[in-house]
Nanobody, 121 residues
Framework: QVQVAESGGGLVPPGGSLTLSCARS????????WGWYRQVPGEERELVAT???????KYADSVRGRFTVSRDKTTPSVSLQMNSLKPEDTAIYYC???????????????WGQGTQVAVSS
């Protein structure tokens, strides 16, 4: 019943900014993790920035200080504000949601279909 979908990707010049959004449909009992990963074709998918329990966040070293992840409980959604973009930020960005649908049920993981971010002049 739960789905996530990304939006906001596009082409941006180096040094520019872009904001991604991941909206969730369907209810959940709890959320263990909700954030962003990225993948370049032929490479492993890697953490970009994610939100965890009790309002904590985790960032990749390569984006810390440039990217900001935040969760909106009312929408509900999670966003990724990307500043000072570099060509090496070019990738497909995926939304990841992990949590429980119901109390005492196992956790599940949901992935969005991805949104393309291209940093190029």
């Amino acid at each position: 019943q739960v789905q996530v979908a990304e939006s906001g990707g596009g082409l941006v010049p180096p040094g520019g900014s872009l904001t991604l959004s991941c909206a969730r449909s369907g209810g959940m009992y709890s959320i263990a993790e909700w954030g962003w990963y990225r993948q370049v074709p032929g490479e492993e998918r890697e953490l970009v920035a994610t939100t965890l329990t009790f309002g904590t966040t985790k960032y990749a070293d390569s984006v810390r200080g440039r990217f900001t992840v935040s969760r909106d409980k009312t929408t509900p959604s999670v966003s990724l504000q990307m500043n000072s973009l570099k060509p090496e930020d070019t990738a497909i960005y995926y939304c990841k949601l992990r949590g429980q649908l119901e109390f005492r049920e196992p956790e599940s993981t949901w992935w969005g279909q991805g949104t393309q971010v291209a940093v190029s002049s």
